[in-house]
């Protein structure tokens, strides 16, 4: 069965086939680094992870690109207000970024290029505009011209009537419904200058316009034509209809072959969005003692183009699941297998493998359907299970428990959360004995008055994100990140 995914450009799903047999090139719109990521944009960002997990997992040698956007709107603001320079700003966010992959397993991409560093392939993009006559210059900056581009519209199935030659907009985010010329370059003004924001260009000192961010980097780290591009759904206008009109403008050819989006995340049944407030960030979840594991099982209740309701019964729920399907892998393991199992018995396990692999498969297949593919990996834990439960009358083989074990190792590599599970478990043990160890020291160095060592083991302890508090009852302590 072929893979199949929805491809919002032609609102239908179809079958994947690569521009290159056997490789596929992904290119994911990355954040805009200006705060620390809310569990929304994590969602997009594990959709992402699942997409080029599985494509591995069906024998694709994947080329993973993720933007990160360092130059825009919003980040000069955050340097101004915090009176620092553009890179100062955003690398901690960056880091912070990163952390918080690393917790939620999602992998880092092959690239992670930066929208800063990336100037002079914009401004060749740009001059290629030119010179087919889609750009011009007004008010300093240099504008796309969508009437000189027959195809504007076709991804967002905007209504292009809706614009006039000669009406422009320079912010980077705009309404959905404000149809206009699209800034590609933006000319230098003051607060550029005061935060390093500028460069020199055929058109004078400026910056890039948000848009012509992703064309830049996404072809010339995929080429000019690529496999799939995905982000949320916020995204398909004006960004991803900006992406086709100027990268199309000024190559002739095919930008993207496959469009994907993701949903929004809701939280607690209303849309979670940093303007709101109504966000949560990871750092916020795991002080509330929420697994990462945990998320990224709930992540895969709902398929991508579908809204997730993010509630935590649903992660307390979330967390019992990965429990219990930990356990039945971890019974199965630690089982000793017959030595000589009786040629009459057929194993149980290897068909059911493979009839869970099939099916798991054949979910993933259908536009990533995770919560079918995740019903798979239940049945496979249910079927370990009864098979545990009736030892008795027919001993398993090493074959057959390998079976099972291989199945569950394969369908994990796709979804992540038992891999996680299995590493939280470690780092609580491995953290709780030397925070105990640590503790009893500090208490020690306090009651024979060395203050100095006693203050330097909080210390340590706070750089491994521990909190102690001392009470009456003596001390607790708790894991803060």
């Known amino acids: 069965m072929?893979?199949?995914?929805?491809?919002?450009?032609?609102?239908?799903?179809?079958?994947?086939?690569?521009?290159?047999?056997?490789?596929?090139?992904?290119?994911?719109?990355?954040?805009?680094?200006?705060?620390?990521?809310?569990?929304?944009n994590l969602r997009t960002f594990f959709f992402a992870d699942t997409l080029r997990r599985f494509l591995e997992f069906r024998g694709l040698q994947v080329r993973f690109v993720m933007n990160l956007t360092d130059v825009d709107d919003k980040t000069i603001r955050g340097a101004l207000r915090d009176g620092v320079k553009l890179d100062a700003y955003t690398q901690p966010f960056i880091d912070s970024l990163f952390r918080d992959f690393d917790r939620l397993g999602i992998r880092h991409a092959d690239a992670h290029p930066r929208a800063t560093h990336y100037v002079p392939q914009m401004v060749d993009i740009i001059r290629r505009l030119e010179k087919r006559g889609?750009?011009?210059?007004?008010?300093?900056?240099?504008?796309?011209?969508?009437?000189?581009?027959?195809?504007?519209?076709?991804?967002?199935?905007?209504?292009?009537?809706?614009?006039?030659?000669?009406?422009?907009?320079?912010?980077?985010?705009?309404?959905?419904?404000?149809?206009?010329?699209?800034?590609?370059?933006?000319?230098?003004?003051?607060?550029?200058?005061?935060?390093?924001?500028?460069?020199?260009?055929?058109?004078?000192?400026?910056?890039?316009?948000?848009?012509?961010?992703?064309?830049?980097?996404?072809?010339d780290e995929l080429g000019e034509t690529f496999d799939i591009h995905l982000g949320g759904v916020d995204l398909v206008f004006p960004h991803h209809e900006d992406e086709i009109a100027q990268s199309e403008g000024a190559t002739g050819k095919p930008?993207?072959?496959?469009?994907?989006?993701?949903?929004?995340?809701?939280?607690?049944?209303?849309?979670?969005?940093?303007?709101?407030?109504?966000?949560?960030?990871?750092?916020?979840?795991?002080?509330?003692?929420?697994?990462?594991?945990?998320?990224?099982?709930?992540?895969?209740?709902?398929?991508?183009?579908?809204?997730?309701?993010?509630?935590?019964?649903?992660?307390?729920?979330?967390?019992?699941?990965?429990?219990?399907?930990?356990?039945?892998?971890?019974?199965?393991?630690?089982h000793p297998e017959a030595r000589d199992p009786d040629p009459a018995d057929e194993p149980v396990l290897h068909p059911l493998a493979d009839e869970v692999l099939a099916g798991f498969t054949g979910a993933m297949d259908a536009d990533l359907n995770t919560s079918v593919a995740l019903s798979e990996l239940h049945r496979l834990a249910s079927g370990v299970n009864q098979r545990l439960e009736t030892l008795g009358a027919k001993p398993i083989s090493s074959a057959e428990k390998q079976a099972a074990l291989d199945a569950f190792e394969r369908i994990d590599g796709v979804f992540g959360f038992l891999a996680l599970a299995e590493r939280e478990a470690e780092v609580d043990g491995d953290l709780a004995a030397w925070v105990e160890e640590r503790i009893a020291a500090r208490q020690a160095a306090r009651k024979s008055r060395d203050f100095a060592t006693a203050d330097a083991i909080r210390a340590e302890l706070s750089a491994r994100g521990v909190t102690v508090e001392d009470t009456a009852q003596g001390a607790r302590w708790s894991v803060t990140g």
């Not at 680094?33 to 929304?40: D, E, F, K």
């Open 255 to 334: 930008f993207v072959r496959y469009w994907l989006h993701g949903e929004f995340l809701l939280l607690e049944g209303d849309k979670m969005a940093k303007s709101t407030g109504n966000i949560f960030n990871l750092q916020d979840l795991v002080e509330r003692g929420v697994k990462p594991s945990a998320i990224r099982y709930l992540f895969l209740t709902a398929h991508y183009r579908s809204k997730l309701n993010f509630t935590f019964a649903a992660l307390e729920s979330a967390n019992e699941a990965v429990r219990r399907i930990r356990g039945t892998r971890t019974r199965l393991r630690g």
């Open 2 to 40: 072929p893979i199949r995914f929805y491809n919002t450009l032609t609102r239908r799903e179809e079958e994947f086939v690569p521009l290159a047999e056997g490789r596929a090139g992904v290119y994911c719109c990355g954040p805009t680094v200006y705060a620390a990521p809310h569990i929304g």
């Open 134 to 219: 889609m750009a011009y210059e007004a008010d300093g900056s240099v504008y796309f011209d969508i009437s000189e581009f027959p195809g504007y519209g076709k991804l967002s199935k905007v209504d292009v009537s809706a614009g006039r030659r000669g009406e422009r907009v320079a912010a980077d985010e705009y309404d959905r419904d404000d149809v206009r010329d699209f800034v590609l370059w933006k000319g230098a003004k003051p607060e550029d200058e005061q935060v390093g924001a500028v460069w020199d260009t055929p058109w004078g000192p400026g910056r890039p316009g948000w848009h012509i961010e992703c064309s830049a980097m996404a072809m």
